[in-house]
């Protein structure tokens, strides 16, 4: 990505919502990075936060979310969760299920703009989930072996699909059920439908894998666990 004066800069992933878009990236000028809020509807490219903010996400109401490190050190970082009105910028409050939220649960914060979802240590091991902003979330699932949950984790609705030491699992986080999808499997997923992507078995450049569409509606009930 580059800045209005051509530089190029790093930057976080986008986040859409009801028309608009947000993302995170550095600045030329110097160290920290700005929270960005464009307008579909007009292209109209917002600044609504400088400071040390990044993976900020969109929520309903016209509020976008971020996560801050307020620490002067960068060896050990505090981090917090803010908001602000998208379109004005202005700083508003955060609803009381994500309040007090800090340190790195909030690095892996995901919300479908009902509820929401984080990881939290010991190393990210145990996944929460919460189907409304303003309600405590709870565990909903335990790696086993003190394995981690890695940054794949996709939210939307009652399912969450995440990876867990090279495999792949589809969670129904309100029945608190979820099976193996496979080892090392990639999806996208949003209110709709899951989007799957096989892993390739042959070691080459550019492999061409298979990908399967699951419209959320056709998807059988996830058994109990055994």
Same mark, same amino acid.
């Given at each position: 990505?580059?800045? *209005?004066?051509?530089?190029?800069?790093?930057?976080?992933?986008?986040?859409?919502? +009801?028309?608009?878009?947000?993302?995170?990236?550095?600045?030329?000028?110097?160290?920290?990075?700005?929270?960005?809020?464009?307008?579909?509807?007009?292209?109209?490219?917002?600044?609504?936060?400088?400071?040390?903010?990044?993976?900020?996400?969109?929520?309903?109401?016209?509020?976008?979310?971020?996560?801050?490190?307020?620490?002067?050190?960068?060896?050990?970082?505090?981090?917090?969760? *803010? /908001? /602000?009105?998208?379109?004005?910028?202005?700083?508003?409050? =955060?609803?009381?299920?994500?309040?007090?939220? *800090?340190?790195?649960?909030?690095?892996?914060?995901?919300?479908?703009?009902?509820?929401?979802?984080?990881?939290?240590?010991?190393?990210?091991?145990? =996944?929460?989930?919460?189907?409304?902003?303003?309600?405590?979330?709870?565990?909903?699932?335990?790696?086993?072996?003190?394995?981690?949950?890695?940054?794949?984790?996709?939210?939307?609705?009652?399912?969450?699909?995440?990876?867990?030491?090279?495999?792949?699992? =589809?969670?129904?986080?309100?029945?608190?059920?979820?099976?193996?999808?496979?080892?090392?499997?990639?999806?996208?997923?949003?209110?709709? /439908?899951?989007?799957?992507?096989?892993?390739? *078995?042959?070691?080459?450049? +550019?492999?061409?894998?298979?990908?399967?569409? =699951?419209?959320?509606?056709?998807?059988?009930?996830?058994?109990?666990?055994?």
């Amino acid at each position: 990505m580059r800045t *209005r004066n051509g530089d190029w800069v790093s930057a976080s992933s986008p986040a859409a919502r +009801n028309g608009y878009v947000t993302w995170s990236q550095s600045t030329s000028a110097g160290p920290g990075t700005e929270v960005h809020v464009v307008d579909l509807s007009t292209g109209r490219d917002s600044i609504v936060h400088r400071g040390s903010a990044s993976e900020p996400f969109l929520l309903p109401g016209h509020v976008v979310a971020w996560t801050e490190n307020v620490s002067s050190s960068s060896k050990t970082p505090t981090y917090v969760l *803010r /908001a /602000a009105n998208a379109v004005t910028g202005k700083r508003v409050a =955060l609803a009381t299920g994500v309040r007090n939220l *800090r340190g790195d649960a909030i690095v892996t914060l995901l919300s479908d703009g009902a509820g929401y979802l984080y990881t939290a240590r010991p190393m990210w091991g145990s =996944l929460w989930w919460s189907p409304s902003l303003n309600l405590s979330a709870r565990r909903v699932f335990t790696a086993a072996h003190n394995n981690w949950i890695d940054n794949s984790l996709q939210f939307a609705g009652r399912y969450v699909f995440f990876s867990n030491w090279g495999s792949g699992f =589809l969670a129904d986080v309100a029945s608190g059920r979820y099976l193996r999808l496979s080892a090392s499997v990639n999806a996208v997923l949003n209110d709709e /439908a899951i989007v799957l992507k096989a892993p390739n *078995r042959l070691k080459k450049l +550019n492999p061409v894998s298979d990908v399967a569409f =699951l419209p959320l509606g056709s998807l059988l009930p996830i058994p109990a666990c055994r």
